[in-house]
T-cell receptor, first 115, second 116 residues
Framework: DTGVSQDPRHKITKRGQNVTFRCDPISEHNRLYWYRQTLGQGPEFLTYFQNEAQLEKSRLLSNRFSAERPKGSFSTLEIQRTEQGDSAMYLC?????????????FGAGSRLTVL | AQKVTQAQTEISVVEKEDVTLDCVYETRDTTYYLFWYKQPPSGELVFLIRRNSFDEQNEISGRYSWNFQKSTSSFNFTITASQVVDSAVYFCALSAIKAAGNKLTFGGGTRVLVKP
């Protein structure tokens, strides 16, 4: 088990471009989460999946953001028409099912810089 | 709504000093879990501890100890005899047991700098 993998680790893009991040969770984990962390702040919840179903989305997730987990394994987070305010670290985490007790295992994150 | 507050934004200590990180939380849920995560410069959040709201026993793990006081809604974290490798940002987080998805609400973090 190699933990949660995220790709790319860094992305620099121009305003208005689309970007996509990929997350590979721990294989036996059926829950997958996306968080966003801006400089000097704690991570903020964006969305989560139970297997392939997207069960909750934060109000932070504008209509320019879309996340998928097509086969219940890896997930992608796409940001369309990027804005400078989208610059942040995008963190992926996974966990087993089971309510509030389960520990989330985080990836190293994908840092987005929008010029 | 849930809220986690870490009032200390940055703490600087000299190696071997003890350092205590404060965490105060708000929740309407009667059952919940509290967590501490460490984020070293590499960026990956590392799980340190989880406590449930029914268990107010303090816990010690090596140089780390935690003080959970439900009466004051606090879950403080102490590093004893700090080392340079302890330099990181530490986050306190809360999760409601009955909430769908066990998503975490994080505090703003406390940056700890341990100088040799």
């Amino acid at each position: 088990d190699t933990g949660v993998s995220q790709d790319p680790r860094h992305k620099i893009t121009k305003r208005g471009q689309n970007v996509t991040f990929r997350c590979d969770p721990i294989s036996e984990h059926n829950r997958l989460y996306w968080y966003r962390q801006t400089l000097g702040q704690g991570p903020e919840f964006l969305t989560y999946f139970q297997n392939e179903a997207q069960l909750e989305k934060s109000r932070l997730l504008s209509n320019r953001f879309s996340a998928e987990r097509p086969k219940g394994s890896f997930s992608t987070l796409e940001i369309q028409r990027t804005e400078q305010g989208d610059s942040a670290m995008y963190l992926c985490a996974s966990s087993l099912d089971g309510g509030g007790a389960n520990v989330l295992t985080f990836g190293a994150g994908s840092r987005l810089t929008v010029l | 709504a849930q809220k986690v507050t870490q009032a200390q934004t940055e703490i600087s200590v000299v190696e071997k000093e003890d350092v205590t990180l404060d965490c105060v939380y708000e929740t309407r849920d009667t059952t919940y879990y509290l967590f501490w995560y460490k984020q070293p410069p590499s960026g990956e959040l590392v799980f340190l501890i989880r406590r449930n709201s029914f268990d107010e026993q303090n816990e010690i793990s090596g140089r780390y100890s935690w003080n959970f006081q439900k009466s004051t809604s606090s879950f403080n974290f102490t590093i004893t005899a700090s080392q340079v490798v302890d330099s990181a940002v530490y986050f306190c987080a809360l999760s409601a047991i009955k909430a769908a998805g066990n998503k975490l609400t994080f505090g703003g973090g406390t940056r700890v700098l341990v100088k040799p």
